[in-house]
T-cell receptor, first 115, second 113 residues
Framework: EAGVAQSPRYKIIEKRQSVAFWCNPISGHATLYWYQQILGQGPKLLIQFQNNGVVDDSQLPKDRFSAERLKGVDSTLKIQPAKLEDSAVYLC?????????????FGPGTRLLVL | DQQVKQNSPSLSVQEGRISILNCDYTNSMFDYFLWYKKYPAEGPTFLISISSIKDKNEDGRFTVFLNKSAKHLSLHIVPSQPGDSAVYFCAASARTGTYKYIFGTGTRLKVLA
């Protein structure tokens, strides 16, 4: 079974530029998560989708971050404009239905460096 | 407000010995706990979990202990192997809302051959 796919793996941009990350979850998984992991910290949930609807975006900086999952399968996370403090690894995860005690499966992440 | 804390950023253990990784939490609503393991340039992978109705869960060389009164859990790896060298994250979830995971800051384990 294929795991969670993410691209690109690395991205370097200047501050104030825009960037987009793509995620393809495990086939059949209804729930998709985007996390931000800053160096030295644990992953922090940015947004959670159930199919193509948002169920939690309470920690998403909505003035600059946006995410969509239009057909309930793959998803895109965008930052516009980027700030220096956005340098982090962006992890995508998926789970079967988002039920309690369900395991989340993570992709390899996209490492973003903002200069 | 760090609800899940891993106070030891790093730990070194000799191969064959026991590794003990600790995690503390502050939110009494948490009732499901997990450990994830992360190698460099890879995403975290699920290792083991425990529900608050239990105080111990075992899976091969890995055992997680939960002390609800102390709001503390620990991961024991016996015996430790060089391939266990990785960053270990503790995470917690509550049975309310969206069941989201709250992660600790991680402990880097190095197993010395």
């Amino acid at each position: 079974e294929a795991g969670v796919a993410q691209s690109p793996r690395y991205k370097i941009i200047e501050k104030r530029q825009s960037v987009a990350f793509w995620c393809n979850p495990i086939s059949g998984h209804a729930t998709l998560y985007w996390y931000q992991q800053i160096l030295g910290q644990g992953p922090k949930l940015l947004i959670q989708f159930q199919n193509n609807g948002v169920v939690d975006d309470s920690q998403l900086p909505k003035d600059r971050f946006s995410a969509e999952r239009l057909k309930g399968v793959d998803s895109t996370l965008k930052i516009q404009p980027a700030k220096l403090e956005d340098s982090a690894v962006y992890l995508c995860a998926s789970s079967s239905s988002g039920a309690f005690q369900e395991t989340q499966y993570f992709g390899p992440g996209t490492r973003l460096l903002v200069l | 407000d760090q609800q899940v804390k891993q106070n030891s950023p790093s730990l070194s253990v000799q191969e064959g010995r026991i590794s003990i990784l600790n995690c503390d939490y502050t939110n009494s609503m948490f009732d499901y706990f997990l450990w994830y393991k992360k190698y460099p340039a890879e995403g975290p992978t699920f290792l083991i979990s425990i529900s608050s109705i239990k105080d111990k869960n075992e899976d091969g060389r890995f055992t997680v202990f939960l002390n609800k009164s102390a709001k503390h859990l620990s991961l024991h790896i016996v015996p430790s192997q060089p391939g266990d060298s990785a960053v270990y994250f503790c995470a917690a979830s509550a049975r309310t809302g969206t069941y989201k995971y709250i992660f600790g800051t991680g402990t880097r384990l190095k197993v010395l051959a």
